[in-house]
């Protein structure tokens, strides 16, 4: 054993025998505080396997002496929150929701909490950005145009009670019927004239004959001029907001077999307190309207009477 | 060699650096009084800026996430300007350690300086080297223990000291110092006092050269900036070797060899006050300058013999140099046995070839009698410290250095960023007009809350409105970021509702003091989501 060791000359120093391009690596002990901390590690490592949880088992894991869990701790902190929110769910709960931009911590309080709710129950059918679906007739909640109307109070109903939802007594039902009975050239004139009602590129003779057939059929629901009733939940048609298309075919085919979207009722599921704030949040989006009934309220223009600036709450955050 | 395995764990050897006095210890001690002076007393500078901000000079506020430097503001969105002090600091190691070697090791690492402190107090209460070894050495008598618990206690408090130092940076120093004393201060600037206390106390008092030599990095990452052209402490074995104790021949050459200039009385190989000479052993041999008394090994603060070569532990604190030079004055010697030299200027003799080195004694006073050109001559300190190396470092750190001033002073008081939502990309409105939305960020670095005007410029007709009420401008309160969302509402027949994008530019402006500031985005219109289906398809 003795012959194959080598000293290296220069240092003095046992080499390992290893060689690399002709270098040797010199076997110079480790530090002995090396050691101790290594030993160090290790105790400190069984303490805290024996007072944190961590070896894995079947049904879970050691649970620790200490008790200790994220879990436990996630739990506590949303209590603290809870709790120290109570006093503005409860005020939300009761507040008049008109008068509700008055009261910036509340309001600001409901957006957020909105903006949550919304992400976590509504986001699956008006999208992620509220933006809705057209090819599957979820409403946008962006911009100005609204079934049952945008104000607060009626944004809060509709999402309180849905829209034709059977198991709520207090929904909004409306229903388009299916015109099938009708030749296909009325089908087509109507189609015509309601095309035009918006500007839309149409046959002007067919449209005229549809003008009649609409007056008879159509106006019941929609208005003479196609401009819809909210308080029946009738689109408006003159616009330039189309919920199922505004093609000609896309019309046809709402003509021959309408197509009605459901909304459930959250009243139940959300709480009073969520459906409030999530009613405050869809209405700071852009297309929240005043209450109708507020004289004060400035013109109809999209989003400059709505749109609580959420800004407060972000200038409290500067990184961002 | 023992023919028993070597043990796999070796124990520190304890090192007792003796005191030393001479220009680098007193360099030393100068560096270590600023760098130690300007650490404690940087948070208690006061800087006026007002009545919404801070007055503290220097402070990292984590909370509002603003590092305030004087009158310089870094908000986290110029984080660049930290980034750019990173790549400086990066070169400026590069640069000092390719001219001169460790010297951020020797002179300015907070181990070497609290270390440096530490020692002073050992000495101060233990004694020098060797009362310190016999107290090594010595039973634990009540003496013992009475010095080791003062010199525990003093390094305490220097190593509470620091870490009490520390956490000023953090937050309003005279306000801290008085939660600290009362106790209510945040657990965390306890935490951090307590940790930094402990490493500075076992760091400083008991690991001092091991963490130098095995936990850091420098080291290793210095050693490979240096070239042979490097100035670093070394010995001059060519002069000092052979080594021994002996006396000095006297030779008639004293007044040539003094007239013989700088370099010789910088290297100088016999050079003397009154006589030069070569040294002699008893046996008559001829010796070099190193009369081998261990004052270089004694001094080093990492315990080891710079005689032998360069080593990695070596911190080029100089105090073998200090110590070597003191020595030799005292026999009669030049100065610079052990110097500041660099590994390739050295006079092309072999190694320890006495008679080559002699020879070349002799050359040099042969110039100053008029006959011949030195052999050798060893080149100008500058000559090290200014080569293309470090002149290309130098150049590269001084373009960034005023890059980040020119950024500072052009960076403007209000600032904006604008990030188009694209969630939808755009919203129809019943009018058939197509209407964006944009989160604008608006920042304002002032001390007081300001009124932001925002204005638009575009082709056509496009309209902007701010979400939140019918005006066009924001307040954005003091020191703050405001979060905007903006719209901007295209007529339906406009090209830019029925194109696929078009530019904008958003402009603000400060009311008070008239600054703008401006961001480009684009618009959506209604052909962006055909478009991009087509893209997709
Ligand atoms: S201090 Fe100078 S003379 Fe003394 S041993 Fe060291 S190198 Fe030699
Ligand atoms: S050998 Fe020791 S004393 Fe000399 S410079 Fe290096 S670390 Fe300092």
Redesign the pocket.
């Known amino acids: 054993m003795t012959d194959t060791r080598k000293i290296d000359p220069a240092t003095n120093t046992e080499t390992t025998g290893h060689s690399w391009d002709g270098i040797e690596e010199l076997n110079t002990p480790l530090p002995r505080w090396w050691l101790w901390t290594f030993y160090a590690t290790i105790v400190w490592g069984v303490i805290y396997t024996i007072l944190y949880p961590a070896w894995p088992l079947v049904p879970g894991a050691t649970a620790g002496l200490l008790g200790y869990s994220t879990r436990a701790e996630v739990a506590a902190e949303i209590e603290r929150v809870a709790l120290s929110n109570a006093d503005l769910e409860r005020r939300l709960t009761s507040v008049d929701l008109t008068a509700l931009q008055d009261d910036e911590p509340l309001h600001r309080f409901a957006v957020q909490a909105g903006r949550s709710v919304f992400a976590a129950n509504c986001s699956q059918c008006h999208g992620a950005g509220a933006g809705g679906v057209v090819a599957s007739g979820y409403p946008n909640l962006l911009d100005d145009d609204w079934l049952w109307g945008g104000s607060i109070d009626d944004i809060a109903y509709t999402v309180r009670h849905g829209i034709r939802n059977e198991e709520d007594p207090d929904t909004r039902f409306s229903e388009m019927p299916p015109f099938d009975w009708m030749d296909r050239s009325e089908q087509d004139a109507i189609a015509h004239f309601v095309r035009s009602l918006s500007d839309l590129a149409h046959d002007p003779v067919a449209a005229d004959t549809g003008a009649g057939l609409f007056a008879d059929n159509c106006s019941s629901c929609h208005g003479e001029a196609g401009q819809g009733d909210r308080t029946l939940g009738a689109p408006n048609l003159a616009d330039a907001i189309w919920l199922r298309g505004s093609s000609h075919e896309a019309i046809l085919r709402q003509l021959g077999t309408p197509r009605m979207g459901v909304m459930p009722a959250w009243q139940a599921r959300l709480g009073e307190a969520d459906v409030r704030a999530v009613a405050a949040y869809v209405h700071g989006l852009g297309g929240g309207e005043a209450t109708a009934a507020d004289p004060s309220a400035p013109a109809p223009a999209p989003a400059s009477t709505a749109a609580p600036a959420p800004a407060p709450a972000a200038a409290d955050d500067p990184a961002r | 060699m023992s023919q028993n395995p070597p043990a796999l764990f070796a124990a520190r050897e304890p090192i007792f ?1 003796r005191r030393v006095s001479g220009t680098f210890r007193r360099l030393k001690w100068l560096i270590l009084f600023v760098t130690l002076g300007i650490y404690y007393v940087t948070p208690w500078l006061r800087w006026d800026r007002g009545p919404n901000l801070p007055d503290q000079a220097v402070l990292v506020d984590l909370a509002n996430r603003r590092f305030h430097f004087f009158w310089i503001e870094i908000w986290p969105h110029e984080f660049y300007f930290v980034a750019g002090l990173l790549i400086m600091a990066g070169l400026g190691l590069f640069l000092f350690t390719s001219a001169l070697g460790r010297v951020w090791c ?1 002179y300015a690492c907070p181990q070497t300086v609290w270390s440096d402190l530490f020692m002073t107090v050992e000495r101060w209460i233990e004694g020098d080297r060797n009362a310190r070894i016999r107290l090594h050495k010595a039973p634990w008598d009540v003496r013992k223990w009475r010095l080791r618990l003062s010199k525990w206690a003093l390094w305490l408090a220097i190593a509470v000291a620091t870490g009490g130092a520390w956490v000023f940076y953090f937050a309003d120093a005279p306000t801290l110092a008085r939660d600290l004393i009362t106790l209510d201060a945040a657990p965390v600037a306890y935490v951090t006092i307590g940790v930094l206390t402990a490493t500075t106390f076992v760091f400083g008092g008991f690991m001092r050269e091991q963490v130098c030599i095995y936990m850091c990095p420098w080291p290793r990452i210095q050693g490979a900036m240096m070239d042979p052209g490097t100035l670093t ?1 070394g010995y001059r074995d060519w002069r000092g070797e052979p080594r021994g104790k002996g006396g000095v021949k006297r030779q008639q050459a004293a007044a040539e060899a003094i007239g013989r200039g700088d370099a010789v009385a910088r290297y100088g190989v016999a050079v003397d006050k009154n006589a030069a000479g070569t040294r002699q052993a008893r046996t008559g041999e001829a010796l070099g300058d190193c009369i081998d008394c261990h004052a ?2 004694a ?8 005689r032998e070569g360069q ?1 990695m ?9 200090d ?1 070597c030079d003191d020595v030799m004055a005292r026999i009669g010697r030049p100065r610079g046995l ?1 110097d500041y030299l660099a590994l390739d200027d050295r006079p092309p003799t072999v190694p320890g070839d006495r008679a080559a080195v002699a020879g070349l004694a002799e050359a040099p006073a042969g110039h100053v009698a008029g006959a011949t050109q030195p052999a050798w001559q060893p080149k100008p300190l500058w000559q090290h410290v200014f080569r293309p190396r470090t002149l290309v470092y130098t150049c590269a750190w001084a373009a960034i250095g005023v890059l980040l001033v020119v950024a500072l002073f052009v960076r403007p008081e209000i600032d904006m960023t604008i990030a188009p939502v694209r969630n939808p990309t755009f919203v129809t409105l019943s009018d058939g007009s197509i209407r964006n939305a944009y989160d604008v960020r608006l920042r304002n670095k002032h001390g007081e809350a300001r009124q932001f005007q925002l204005s638009l410029v575009a082709d056509g007709d496009l309209r902007l409105m701010l979400e939140g009420g019918p005006g066009r401008s924001v307040e954005v309160p003091a020191d703050a970021t405001r979060l905007q969302r903006v719209y901007v509402i295209a007529p339906p027949q406009d090209p830019a509702a029925t194109g696929q994008r078009s530019d904008l530019r958003f402009w603000v402006e400060d009311t008070v003091s008239g600054e703008r500031a401006y961001g480009d985005t684009i618009f959506n219109g209604k052909d962006s989501a055909d478009a991009r289906h087509a893209n997709a398809g």
């Open positions: 650096p020797g402490v270089c090994v001094v080093c603060p990492m315990g080891i013999d710079i080593q532990e070596c911190i080029t604190c100089a105090l073998c140099i110590a052990i």
